[in-house]
């Protein structure tokens, strides 16, 4: 791509196209780049822990699709269907899904269900339907890095962070949200709303039942909306059980409905980012009707529509895949965080998500941003894997890093535990006590600071790879 000055493109171009929302200068995507020139391949290499599922019940219903003798009988009529409402079968699969993955405590109404393009495009629709430019949305971080730009970008929505604390595992305190609310206020900004990622990303945690009947009394109370992203609802793996926000409001007497709009996805439930696959739920009309106008810029392929609704409706095959999804899950995550805990290394406790929290302060040369961009570097460039640091995701203490682990396969794993463990000093470190873990002063001691100086980034060796 050629490259004019900046002052050139200041006139030539839009705010939108000039701006850096778009974030993609984060050390969150430098990781993803920094794999893409030198990913890992184990022998195995699956992409995506429950693929074999899929693909073994695509061999057996190949009128799912178009694309096969069996089914290119519906082309014509699937490939000239471009209705921004959606095919009704896969809106009423859609709803269905969702159901199932909330126990069927819940029901939910295909005729509210509105297409986008992943959650990515799910996030913006209903920032453009909620907010005007220069409104503001809470968010309490850490949060996912790609929210900067899903939900500003474009829209010129501003985020306000809401901080949360290492002291009580990160969990959303009413004082902070109260404090971010009232300071935004008092600085003249109109604050729409309130964002959720539950289970979050990057803790790896879901809201428990009070905690989120607080949050929702919280909206009401000032009549702000309430966006509830809900993508990782079905990789919970361990107690406490997700509890959405949509069987909160059935319970909840006195709460404004027309403020609860869900966002979902198939990308991490079902592990289809490629097909993306967005949802916007919304209990309020006009959000729906306005939504499904704005489908448009974001309309989920016919042909991937029809094999959805194929997919999802195959009750049995659902409950086999999310069950065996949430174990395969559970498992991975034990292997991982408990090899990391021999080595001394702690990680937030956690029970959902494709990656979990990890805590290396005890790693930084000193408690400081600039400590863990530092550290952040040879962890990925020397050691070989590709975690977050804690400052992409608004973090507010240096020294938290997010691992993936749902893309790796056990090999994989101890072929990061391994570099992890020669990072820290192997056998010197001394293994802590499972019952009382404690951090060790020799972890940091047993550091090369050869590795901690900037330009000792050269990948020879491939990163561990794990993508969300
Ligand atoms: C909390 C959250 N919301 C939205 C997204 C975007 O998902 P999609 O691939 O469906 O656009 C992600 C992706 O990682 C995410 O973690």
Redesign the pocket.
């Known amino acids: 791509m050629g490259s004019s000055s900046d002052d050139g493109n200041n006139n030539l171009l839009s705010k939108i196209a000039i701006s850096d929302q778009h974030a993609e200068n984060s050390p969150y995507f430098d990781g993803w780049k920094a794999y893409d020139s030198n990913p890992y391949h184990s022998l195995k290499n699956p992409d995506g822990l429950s693929f074999d599922l899929i693909e073994e019940w695509i061999k057996n219903n190949p009128t799912a699709s178009i694309c096969t003798s069996q089914g290119v009988g519906q082309f014509k009529d699937i490939a000239i269907f471009q209705d921004y409402h959606g095919l009704p079968q896969f809106r009423k699969a859609i709803a269905m899904f969702m159901e199932r993955v909330r126990g069927h405590r819940v029901s939910f109404d295909p005729d509210r269900v509105v297409m986008a393009g ?4 799910a ?1 913006e629709l209903i920032m453009f339907c909620l907010a005007n430019p220069g409104d503001a949305f809470l968010v309490p971080s850490p949060y ?1 890095p ?1 929210f900067d730009r ?1 939900l500003s970008w474009r829209t010129g929505v501003q985020l306000i962070p809401v901080h949360c604390h290492s002291s009580n595992d990160f969990k959303i305190t009413k004082q902070a949200l109260e404090e971010a609310y009232e300071n935004a206020i008092q600085s003249g900004i109109n604050v729409k709303g309130l964002l959720l ?1 539950n289970p979050s ?1 990057p803790l790896g945690t879901n809201l428990e039942t009070q905690h989120l009947k607080d949050l929702v009394n919280f909206i009401n109370e000032r009549q702000i909306h309430l966006v509830c ?1 809900e ?2 609802s079905a990789t919970v793996f361990s107690q406490p059980d997700f509890v959405s926000v949509a069987e909160m409001i059935q319970e909840m007497e006195f709460v404004n409905r027309d403020l609860i709009h869900i966002v979902y ?1 198939l ?1 991490k439930d079902m592990g289809l ?1 490629g097909f993306r696959v ?1 949802i916007v739920y919304s209990y309020n009309d006009v959000v729906v009707s306005c939504g499904r106008k704005m489908s448009s810029f974001g309309l989920v392929s016919s042909q991937t529509q029809l094999f959805l609704a194929n997919l999802l409706s195959d009750q049995v095959f659902i409950d086999k895949f999310l069950a065996e999804s949430s174990k395969r899950l559970g498992a991975r995550h034990k292997i991982f965080t408990e090899g990391l805990e021999e080595i001394g290394i702690k990680c937030l406790k956690s029970n959902a998500g494709l990656f979990f929290w990890m805590d290396l302060r005890p790693l930084l040369k000193e408690s400081s941003f600039e400590a863990e961009m530092a550290l952040w570097r040879v962890i990925v460039h020397d050691v070989k894997l590709n975690v977050s640091p804690g400052s992409s995701f608004h973090c507010s203490e240096a020294g938290w890093f997010r691992v993936c682990f749902a893309n790796m396969d056990e090999e994989t794993v101890q072929v990061a535990l391994k570099r992890i463990r020669k990072f820290v000093g192997g056998k010197q470190v001394e293994v802590p006590k499972k019952s009382k873990l404690r951090w060790q002063k020799s972890l940091r001691l047993s550091f090369s600071s050869r590795l901690l100086e900037e330009g000792s980034m050269s990948p020879h060796s491939p990163l561990v790879r794990a993508r ?1």
């Open positions: 992943g959650a990515t495009g996030n996912y790609a899903d990622a990303n992203d993508i990782y996805s990308s980012p967005g969300t």
